[in-house]
Every structure is written in C-alpha cells, then in structure tokens.
C-alpha cells in the first residue's frame, strides 16, 4: 500500500514562490510516471504537471507553464514542485500520485495566493 505526503504548502503573495514535496512510501516512485495535481475550491481535481521515470521528459497544463518546475529528488520516492510567479489562480490543495493516478490520495498540501 503506498502512502503519499505531501508538504511544503502555504500562504504566498502573488509573485512569490513555494516548492512542494511528495514523498511515497511503500513503493518507489521512481518506478511510475509520477504527477502534481491540485483541487481548487468548488472545481474538479486537475492534472498541473507529471515527470516520466528518467526524469528527462515533462508536461505541464498550459496555465503553469514556464512557471512550475516538476523534478525528482536524489532519494528514491521523492517528486518536488518548483512553483514560481504564483498568481490567486493558483490557490489549491496540492496532491501528488503516480500518473495516471491509481494509488490513494495523500492529504494534498494547500497554497494560498494572495493578490
């Protein structure tokens, strides 16, 4: 059973930066594709960014691109988000998971971007 944390979450003003973590346990997620999501209130959650298993190939939703950097850690089961330029259209709990997404969902990490 794997086990998703993420953290590094929190209130930002527009234009500011955070960088989140996941980290897996009970599988390595250096074996799967693996994705940033976030929620917003009231929407569907929504894929923002995924990283292939090399880590030389990435995708990101048009909204966040040449913003959010996706990248894998030196441990094993880590996925960070760098996350800059942050605008209130931002604002979500942040969740990560294998791309697609099979495994049960992590608590997610909220950002609040205030304007």
């Known amino acids: 059973q794997v086990q998703l944390v993420e953290s590094g979450g929190g209130l930002v003003q527009a234009g500011g930066s955070l960088r989140l973590s996941c980290a897996a346990s009970?599988?390595?997620?250096?074996?799967?594709?693996m994705g940033w999501f976030r929620q917003a209130p009231g929407k569907e959650r929504e894929l923002v960014a995924v990283?292939?298993?090399?880590?030389?190939?990435?995708y990101y939703t048009d909204s966040v691109k040449g913003r959010f950097t996706i990248s894998r850690g030196n441990a094993k089961n880590t996925v960070y988000l760098q996350m800059n330029s942050l605008k209130p259209e931002d604002t979500a709990v942040y969740y990560c998971?294998?791309?697609?997404?099979?495994?049960?969902w992590g608590q997610g990490t909220q950002v609040t971007v205030s304007s």
């Open positions: 998971n294998r791309n697609p997404a099979t495994w049960d």
């Open positions: 990283i292939n298993v090399s880590g030389g190939s990435t």
């Open positions: 009970g599988r390595t997620s250096s074996s799967y594709p």
